[in-house]
């Protein structure tokens, strides 16, 4: 089970204006082979398909709970998107007077037709997300080696993606999340040195670009969160500290287990968007519905 807490796990400040087209490259950190929704289902599959794991505790425990932590990231990229939609679009209530038009230039139509102005799960072109990305061998080793090269396929995204949009927004995204998917490479390269006795951290980073080049990076690196993996249970995977301990491959810091979530920050509120009905029409008759709630629950 998944204990939902309503806090983002970073402060996302509003972007100076709206930009649908950076939303819509935002879309593939989220949709994407190689985005949150994929880094999330690798591995809650993989911890719920695990057999051996009373022998092999530690290595379930690193992968469940790294699951937990993606569903606060995908989390994260859907509001970075839903922000830089909000407003790209006309308001009002008036549908004659074609509100919507100028999202007919826009790189992503389904963000207005088939959603609220808002995140889909599509990648960066509108292909949905799906399930052949999801790659449970049984195999531990091979497991592992394919989780260290989904983040590493991640990071190389959020780095493009970096170069592509301006936005404040998306690259305080991008900055928090480069630096919590840097602790998922480490620690799954971690994993696969404790299991095979190969230093996989002389190939880090990759690509070979440090995080501390981004300015979005650096606070939360000042804050030590290249070094922190959070325990995303109040009892349970208390092996991973067999598995992340030691020194961080870059800078030698400390690595340490920090029992329960990061504090979180409130999530932005997102205005209404009339001209989508969103979050309701102009029409709406509430005495209708309160008819209809006294026939259902009496």
């Known amino acids: 089970m998944i204990t939902r807490i309503d806090k983002l796990a970073l402060e996302l400040p509003n972007p100076e204006h709206a930009s649908p087209n950076a939303a819509a490259a935002v879309q593939e950190l989220l949709g994407g082979k190689f985005g949150e929704m994929s880094t999330l289902m690798n591995y809650t599959f993989q911890s719920f398909n695990f057999r051996g794991r009373d022998k092999m505790r530690p290595f379930y425990d690193l992968i469940a709970n790294i699951a937990a932590e993606e569903y606060g990231h995908i989390e994260a990229v859907s509001y970075t998107i839903n922000l830089l939609l909000t407003g790209s679009t006309k308001r009002g209530s008036d549908p004659n007077a074609t509100p919507l038009a100028n999202a007919t230039d826009m790189r992503n139509s389904y963000h207005f037709i088939a959603s609220g102005q808002a995140a889909l799960p599509v990648d960066s072109m509108g292909n949905p997300w799906n399930g052949s990305y999801v790659f449970s061998s049984g ?160």
């Open 139 to 298: 195999n531990l080793k091979l497991d592992l080696l394919h989780n260290f090269f989904l983040e590493c396929g991640a990071r190389a995204n959020k780095i493009r993606v970096y170069e592509m949009v301006e936005d404040r927004t998306s690259r305080a995204m991008l900055g928090y999340l480069l630096v919590r998917g840097g602790v998922h490479i480490v620690a799954y390269a971690k994993a696969l040195e404790k299991l095979t006795g190969v230093d996989v951290g002389k190939l880090l980073p990759i690509p070979e670009i440090s995080n501390k080049r981004f300015t979005e990076t650096r606070p939360h690196e000042a804050k030590g969160l290249h070094r922190i993996l959070y325990r995303f249970s109040p009892n349970d995977y208390r092996e991973i500290n067999q598995i992340w301990n030691g020194t961080h491959p870059e800078d030698g810091s400390e690595l340490i287990v920090q029992d329960g979530p990061p504090e979180g920050f409130d999530p932005p509120e997102l205005p209404e968007e009339p001209q989508l009905t969103s979050p309701l029409g102009p029409d709406i008759d509430h005495e209708m519905f309160k008819d209809i709630a006294k026939k259902l629950f009496g």
